[in-house]
């Protein structure tokens, strides 16, 4: 039996983080951590996800440091602009760990990306955790998606960019295990490309009035 | 966080400030509960594991589901299946936390690397290892020739904190008795006393 692997969301009670919470929340798979500012909504969710699986391992933690202490996968998921301060809590505890970053540079009117465009959210991230090895994953998600995952019968595709091979492994068995089909799409530079393809179905969703249950997903024969 | 590691390799290389925080950069920090497991056999060991706070058991499991332990491993010490890590094949042991720990994880890759960017490591290895050895055949060789008593002495002699720390029936597990024969024991060395 391997020991099974502690995940550590920081920002738990949003809404990607709480997304991905339940759908990694099944027994067997992972020891959850959860962490939030916010405390009463993090008890709240707490007791959410324990009560349906008493097989898990599930702790609630307010303070980043800690929780990434105890990880050994770190998820980012707060908003794009605490990112930094949230770095600066973790930098030291996270050295040698995965930290995976989920988010989308977007601008307030979720128009335009505030990054350039020979740059990402994750590898600015890596910049701030240059100990730590940071995959881009899940941004190409819906929060709605983690509920189904299977959209017009199809699994959804989720995209997967990182520097280190056994990393980039380990998180394809986080996305598998989250209910999707992973997709290693290269190096950590390929995030440029994620960031912008989630920013086009933004958009598109959007000008639409789409509802957020939606996809992407390679057709090959 | 890096503190007892640092003292213990100072303790048997030169180090300065620019060594300090770049070796720090090769082990992952990991707080673990008790009773929580990082190593279960039949599982590569992938890291040597060193203690900064806490205190872990390596034990191995008998076809009748006994326990053995292996070794305790307490603050400023290491822990892990050497076999295992040294050798990539499954591991024979599985290592427990008996406390909520603070443990600096060092991995294969990492031990390399580490060895030859900072200067000194090498020997500080070589000197673990060498402890190791010792050790080992201490242990082997009070296993064969030393009387429970004995081994209970020698025990509290080099190891007087775990002693205080580990549950009665980790350390009879340790020392290859029963509970009950420890209990004697110790009633006896108190008596002498």
């Known amino acids: 039996m391997a020991t099974i692997n502690t995940i550590a969301i920081i920002g738990a009670t949003g ?48 303070c980043a440091r800690e929780a990434s202490w ?30 995976i970053s989920i988010s989308n540079p977007l601008n307030s009117a979720y128009r335009q990306l505030i990054t350039s465009s020979d740059t990402s959210a994750a590898e600015e991230l890596q910049k701030l955790l240059p100990n730590s090895k940071v995959v881009k994953t899940f941004n190409t998600t819906f929060a709605a998606d983690f509920i189904s995952s299977v959209i017009d019968e199809k699994t959804a595709d989720v995209f997967i960019a990182g520097n280190n091979g056994d990393a980039v492994k380990t998180v394809s068995e986080v996305v598998k295990s989250a209910g999707f089909n992973p997709i290693i799409a290269g190096d950590l530079s390929v995030s440029r490309t994620l960031e912008r393809m989630q920013l086009l179905r933004i958009r598109y969703t959007m000008n639409n009035s789409y509802n957020w249950l939606a996809g992407w997903k390679i057709l090959h024969n | 966080m890096h503190e ?44 040597i594991t060193f203690v900064e706070k806490g205190m872990l ?7 009748e589901g006994h326990e053995h332990v292996v070794q ?71 296993y064969m020739s030393l009387s429970a008593e004995e081994k209970y002495l020698k025990l509290m002699e080099v190891a007087p904190d775990i002693m205080n720390r580990a549950s009665q029936q980790h350390i009879a597990s340790y020392l290859s008795i029963t509970p009950e024969t420890l209990s004697r024991i110790r009633k006896q060395v108190s008596n002498k006393k």
């Open chain 1, 70 to 99: 105890e990880a050994d996968i770190i998820i980012v998921a707060t908003q794009n602009d605490a990112e930094k301060e949230v770095a600066e809590k973790i930098r030291e505890v996270a050295t040698g760990k995965i930290v």
């Open chain 2, 72 to 142: 305790f491993a307490v603050e400023g010490s290491w822990i892990s299946d050497m076999a295992s890590f040294l050798s990539g094949k499954e591991a024979l042991y599985n290592i427990e936390a008996l406390e909520d720990s603070e443990v600096l994880n060092l991995g294969t890759q990492a031990m390399d690397d580490l060895m030859h960017q900072v200067p000194g490591m090498e020997r500080y290895f070589r000197l673990l290892m060498q402890n190791n050895i010792i050790a080992l055949q201490r242990r082997v060789v009070a």
């Open chain 2, 57 to 63: 058991r390596s034990f191995t499991v008998d076809d």
């Open chain 1, 15 to 62: 809404n990607m983080g709480s997304a991905i919470a339940k759908s990694l929340s099944k027994p067997g798979s992972y020891r959850l951590l959860l962490m939030s500012n916010d405390t009463d909504e993090l008890a709240q969710l707490y007791s959410q996800l324990k009560e349906p699986n008493t097989g898990t391992e599930i702790y609630s933690i307010s």
């Open chain 2, 4 to 47: 007892r590691l640092l003292s213990s390799i100072g303790s048997k290389i030169a180090l300065n400030e620019t060594a300090m925080n770049k070796l720090k950069q090769f082990f992952i920090p990991k707080k673990i509960r008790k009773r929580q497991y990082i190593l279960n056999a039949g599982d590569v060991c992938q890291y």
